[in-house]
Nanobody, 115 residues
Framework: QVQLVEFGGGVVQPGESLRLSCLAS????????LAWYRQAPGEQRELVAS???????DYLPSVRGRFTISRDNAQNTVYLQMNNLKPEDTAVYYC?????????WGQGTQVTVAS
């Protein structure tokens, strides 16, 4: 059974940091492309950051320079380090793993940035 479980969401003030983690099980983690998406209330889900199985990364322009995606294949974990958080970063954040025709999602973790 494939599972992606996110950790690390919470409530922070503007300018603070959070690190999200996503632990995967049931897949050969090292061959999967990984990504973090987010969805704010009333908005469509958007791609925040992605990393290929070879380590290439891409970011939503509004988070580039503030967020960093990384992966630890030995721990089957993908991370999203979020610095200098802004109120507009408030959303449910989802972990995604994709390889060819297979795609899996986590259940999401809430990130709220408010003063």
């Amino acid at each position: 059974q494939v599972q992606l479980v996110e950790f690390g969401g919470g409530v922070v003030q503007p300018g603070e940091s959070l690190r999200l983690s996503c632990l995967a099980s049931g897949i050969p983690f090292n061959i999967y492309g990984l990504a973090w998406y987010r969805q704010a209330p009333g908005e469509q889900r958007e791609l925040v950051a992605s990393m290929t199985n070879r380590g290439s990364t891409d970011y939503l322009p509004s988070v580039r320079g503030r967020f960093t995606i990384s992966r630890d294949n030995a721990q089957n974990t993908v991370y999203l380090q979020m610095n200098n958080l802004k109120p507009e970063d408030t959303a449910v954040y989802y972990c995604n793993a994709e390889h060819q025709w297979d795609e899996f999602w986590g259940q999401g973790t809430q990130v709220t940035v408010a003063s």
